[in-house]
């Protein structure tokens, strides 16, 4: 059974940082393309980064560019997000998700998320 | 970026009721569609992919179709634990993929 549990979520003021950590299990992760996708408070959702099965390619929203960097540990089954100079606008629940297939275009499998809010 | 649009924003139905929700895309995305179904609180749940494919375990009921700018995603007879958020999203700028703004269905 694949599951996706994401965490570090948490309140932290705007300049801060915060790393974020995806548990998986069920599948074998080090075969999948991941991403992170947020969700902004009464807003739809958002693409935020994309990392390769082999760690070897990674995408990023453009507003996080400079400020997120995305990691995968094969080894450990776990995706991360490290986010720096945090704003009040990535404030949102934050998804992981595994990508479908080879070319992992669609997302079949997601977390529950974890909450960031980024506020003074 | 590719803007997505989906309409209604919100729709209420009976039981039994066949319900209808279109997405627009910017701009042609071949058939590079795929839906998700949304519950508060719970992890968003794959429903459709390549804009007609229907995900393992997915009820039949739920449908799409569509290509190029205009897809819509059908239930043909709405049951109570369908109510939830749909969103619609492109896959034609892979990795830069874009979501629909969402349509409540509520029963």
């Known amino acids: 059974q694949v599951q996706l549990v994401e965490s570090g979520g948490g309140v932290v003021q705007p300049g801060r940082s915060l790393r974020l950590s995806c548990a998986a299990s069920g599948f074998t992760f080090s075969s999948y393309g991941m991403y992170w996708v947020r969700q902004a408070p009464g807003k739809g959702l958002e693409w935020v980064a994309i990392?390769?099965?082999?760690?070897?390619?990674?995408n990023l929203l453009d507003s996080v560019k400079g400020r997120f960097s995305v990691s995968r540990d094969n080894s450990k089954n776990t995706l991360s997000l490290q986010m720096n100079s945090l704003r009040e606008e990535d404030t949102g629940v934050y998804f992981c998700?595994?990508?479908?297939?080879?070319?992992?275009?669609?997302?079949?499998?997601w977390g529950q998320g974890t909450l960031v809010i980024v506020s003074s | 970026d590719i803007q997505m649009t989906q309409s209604p924003s919100s729709v209420s139905a009976s039981v039994g009721d066949r319900v209808t929700i279109t997405c627009r895309a910017s701009q042609d995305v071949n058939n590079w569609l795929a839906w998700y179904q949304r519950k508060p609180g719970k992890a968003p749940n794959l429903l459709i992919y390549e804009a007609s494919n229907l995900q393992r375990g997915v009820p039949s009921r739920f449908s799409g179709s569509g290509s190029g700018t205009d897809f819509t995603l059908t239930i043909s007879s709405l049951q109570p634990e369908d109510s939830a958020m749909y969103y619609c999203q492109q896959a034609s700028d892979f990795p830069r993929i874009t979501f629909g703004q969402g349509t409540r269905v509520e029963i």
């Open positions: 998700a595994r990508g479908r297939g080879a070319a992992p275009r669609f997302l079949d499998y």
């Open positions: 990392m390769s099965y082999d760690g070897k390619h990674k």
